[in-house]
Nanobody, 126 residues
């Protein structure tokens, strides 16, 4: 099992930027995609950005964040990042990183992920 710890959340004004980090430990392996998800109060958890295994040459971004968020990974340090720019109030949520089930190669569905961090709060004010 993989242990995940997110950091970097906080409160910013509209248009601001934040960089989230997710440090993985335990049974980590670079041959797995990793993902960032978010959940706002009263809403379902949704996939925000996914990065493929190894060099991370394949990425997925949810439509609302395309062009504003960038996912990257550092396999040496077992860390995945989410750079968020031009933040909007609708980006307010708890952000989670996750690693997939063993049989999942690349998916954006939360049901395809097994190990989750505790989450980090992102709050964007008007």
């Amino acid at each position: 099992q993989v242990q995940l710890e997110e950091s970097g959340g906080g409160a910013v004004a509209t248009g601001g930027s934040l960089r989230l980090s997710c440090a993985a430990s335990g049974a980590t392996h670079p041959q797995a995609c990793m993902g960032w998800f978010r959940q706002a109060p009263g809403k379902e958890r949704e996939g925000v950005a996914i990065i493929s295994a190894g060099g991370g040459r394949t990425t997925y971004y949810a439509d609302p964040v395309k062009g504003r968020f960038t996912i990257s990974r550092d396999n040496v340090n077992n860390t995945v990042y989410l750079q968020m720019k031009s933040l909007k109030t609708e980006d307010t949520a708890t952000y989670y990183c996750a690693t997939p089930l063993p049989d999942q190669i690349f998916t954006s569905l939360p049901t395809g992920f097994r190990d989750w961090g505790q989450g980090t709060q992102v709050s964007v004010s008007p």
